[in-house]
């Protein structure tokens, strides 16, 4: 374990002297004043996770990768808690590709994501801590000559309190790295914690501040050149010819290369590129995907949603029972496709030298983006070295299993044997696919005749994301993609009939998880239309939900907290609507209350959001809390303007002008309540956007009674004439 | 060879005049910290201030900053209010945006010293921020406009 660490950090410092940069070392290892690495003498390596330097310096090895969500806070806060130091005085590392360091989860994989970094650490990173405490005390002890039992740590000493005696843990380096391993770690009482649950400021922010922090688009190496990739403009066309004439003469171009997935541009800074790239004449083969449209696709999506699918979820006999209802609703939903549009654009810069490579790049995915390249470059796994810098916003676009970036990448380094950096433009970032998958829902419910929800029948089409991955086996059941119907085959509601069945095309367009996945669109129809099914109750939204969830205490509890934040049995003010959402994803149960109005052209605005979440045992509040505000308007984005469409095969779509996101003055006030909880922690960094979009769609019914069934919501449509 | 004039020093730098500043600043200069996020002032990720004011730097060229001052979060001291009020704040997610957003704040301050939140939603709307920062931002502005002005009562 130990022999694996050490090693990539010899590498790593081989590479470090070759490149001399202080800027990137310093990102891996704590620095001088000078720049130049810092090497403690002595460390102590307890494990995977923990090195503890003679000079007290704690550095932390994380295995997660840090967009945002707050693991270079939260993961260390658990270490802490354990070993007993100061959170200030940690480093943090981030973990070379190891098996040691796979997802506790995932199988073979290292990587993150599905909400599930502090759930899948939590035993591991405390009882690392704990582990490398209890070393620390038996070495201090050894040397005292008192029995362990009376020794304690506290803010990185090992005290004995008859004698008042202490010692640091670094000046226990050297003792502690003699001392066996325990095999029994009995891991603190949630009562005497110090650090979780503690509303922790970020460790990052300060970096991130100052414009120090580094992301794979800021890493630079000597001689490193820049590409840019002409890419198909038709999903899966090929290069026919190219003249490469033109685009040679830009000043700075230096190579041209044709690789799988297009004809790249190389040249001595990004700007060349870009120049040289614009002059590059390609002959595009489009093939078969030029006639594809998201106007055609959606003809063939309604015509499927109306046929029955591979069954995911029956109870009762819902088809029988809606043909009997008393009262019945039947509603058709579509959602579009949608980029992910990380503020950092893609980009992947590796230095191939025939027998190794390094890779830098901000990714999700570290075992399956390091064999994509190892393959590509036919090398031993074991001689690519990846290096996961920060990522400025992830959301799943950088956990892509058919590692794009990555590959494009590597294709390069094969044809150059020089350190290149690929960059993507963000009209390339939006064009490049991997969406959000678009579909298709119809929906049904029925009542009897008391006006209780009887029978639910609901049919969804879309592609299967997991299709062709190494996730399709775990994911798949009987056909049935899971990321498909997550939330829809698991309706917490009371309904003794339910239906569900799903139809997964097959479109030659690239799909991707997407921040919450399948919970993205399952949660907009399925929270909409159990506001539906109130209305035909003539019921309270809220009321009917309670009343179908009486023994869903989880869901009841926010469902409750969340409207008493809100105030819902109060009366809002003229103009004004209120709509109310409640939806579990990654472990973790959030209610939202959306207010809004409309002015007199139509424009939208969404004044505020309630909302409540219980997440398990929290380990930073006020990541919690930043989080829900993140999903929130990312969830706002997506339901407000987001859309992805494609016309004779090519996307229409190319910046932020019209693929836009929520801006400052759309921004709605936002509180956070959570509940109060002792079991596991669950996710946070996406279960605050699936209840966004029916909310504030369930407000906008409650203001105008229009029903909005298709997003993103056509502001047109609601103006008041 | 032009001469420019980046966070107090005097920088000399041969490229061409078609070249956005914020590729001067990232690939030639190595100041990094001014980001690319759409290269059409779309999102304010690269925002730097040209005599104190905010501009798009990729959109910015050598003939508009020729004998001006150009300041990038490099420029900015830690103990800047504005810094200052953001690390208090704890705005910051995924981080990628926040220089430009500072910068544009930066440069809002300056303007109207004590912004109500309809300055702040005119001013700032065209910074973008993926992970949704927005409330956060806002409230370390009022922040940063509090410490400037408390610093300028004991001046």
Known sequence: MTDIINLSRRDFLKTGAIMGTSLLLGFYMPIDSEGKAKVTSKTFSPNAFIRIGSDDTITLIINKSEMGQGVYTSLPMLIAEELECELSKIKIQPAPVNPIYNHTEWGAIQGTGGSSSVRSCWDQLRKAGAAARLMLINAASQIWKVDPSECRAEKGFIIHEKSKKRLSFGSLVEKASTVEPPNNIVLKSPDTFKVIGKPTKHLDTKEKVNGKAIFGIDVKVPGMLTALVARPPVFGAKVKSYNAENAMKVNGVMHIIQIPSGVAVVAKDFWSAYNGRGALDIKWDVGENSKLSTDELKITYSRLANTEGLIAKKDGEAKEQFKKAHKKITAEYEVPYLSHSPMETLNCLIDYKEDRAYIWTGTQMQTLDRNAAASILNLDPQKVFLYTTYLGGGFGRRANPHSDFVSEAAHIAKELKKPVKVIWSRQDDIKGGYYRPMYYHKISAGLDEKGNLNSWLHTIVGQSIVKGTPFEQALTKNGIDKTSTEGAHDIPYEIPNIHVDLHSPNVNIPVLWWRSVGHSHTAFVVESFIDEAAHLAKKDPYEFRKNLLKNQPKYLSVLELAAEKAGWKNSLEKGKGRGIAVHKSFGSYVAQVAEVSLDRSGKLKVSKVICAIDCGRVINPSTVEAQMESGIVFGLSAALFGSITIKDGMVEQSNFHDYQILTMKDMPKVEVYIVKSNETPQGVGEPGVPPIAPAICNAIFSLTGKRIRKLPINLNELKIT | ?155
């Open chain 2, 1 to 155: 060879m032009t001469s420019l004039f980046i966070n107090g020093k005097r920088y000399k730098i041969d490229v061409s005049s078609d070249t956005p500043l914020l590729w001067i600043l990232r690939d030639h200069l190595g100041l990094v910290g001014t980001k690319f996020g759409c290269g059409i002032a779309q999102c304010g990720a690269c925002t730097v201030l040209v005599d104190g004011k905010a501009v798009r730097s990729c959109q910015t060229f050598i003939n508009d900053i020729k004998d001006k001052k150009v300041t990038t979060i490099e420029g900015i001291p830690e103990s800047h209010p504005v810094k200052k009020a953001w690390i208090l704040e704890d705005v910051p997610q995924c981080g990628y945006c926040q220089p430009g957003q500072i910068m544009q704040a930066i440069s809002l301050l300056s303007e109207k010293p004590n912004p109500t939140d309809e300055d702040i939603d005119n001013y700032m709307s065209s910074c973008l921020c993926r992970c949704g920062t927005y409330q956060r931002i806002k409230k370390a502005i009022h922040l940063s406009s509090q410490l400037m002005s408390s610093k300028r009562g004991k001046k």
